[in-house]
């Protein structure tokens, strides 16, 4: 894993259990080296990593029905709708990470 990937997910962990925002997770990590500058755009996952990663977490059955659901735990707004900034991105992936760990 590229250090800046690592560092952007143990930032957004950190934040996540402390309560904060996405858009704290992501505003606080700081690149610490040339390559980091350049990493940290692929930092965030893509679309494409993220569905691979809802078909992981739900099973590639419910992968279509949940992204266009309306999710509460998202305001409300589908993952799909969602997953066109990386702000929402990083919400979709922490819903993710707590139905993957039974907070949900």
């Known amino acids: 894993m590229a250090a800046s990937k690592r560092g952007r997910k ?8 402390a ?8 505003s606080e990590y700081q690149p610490t080296t040339s390559s980091d500058v350049i990493l940290d755009t692929v930092a965030i996952p ?17 992968v279509a029905a949940w992204m266009q659901s309306n999710v509460p735990s998202l305001g409300g707004e589908t ?3 969602l997953m066109q900034t990386p702000e929402g991105r990083c919400q979709v992936e922490r819903v993710l990470l707590m139905i993957e760990h039974g907070v949900y």
């Open 19 to 26: 309560g904060s925002s996405c858009s704290e997770a992501v």
């Open 46 to 62: 893509n679309e494409v990593e993220l569905v691979q990663r809802a078909a992981e977490v739900l099973g590639s059955q419910q």
């Open 10 to 17: 143990e930032t957004q962990a950190r934040a996540m259990q």
């Open 79 to 81: 993952p799909y709708r």
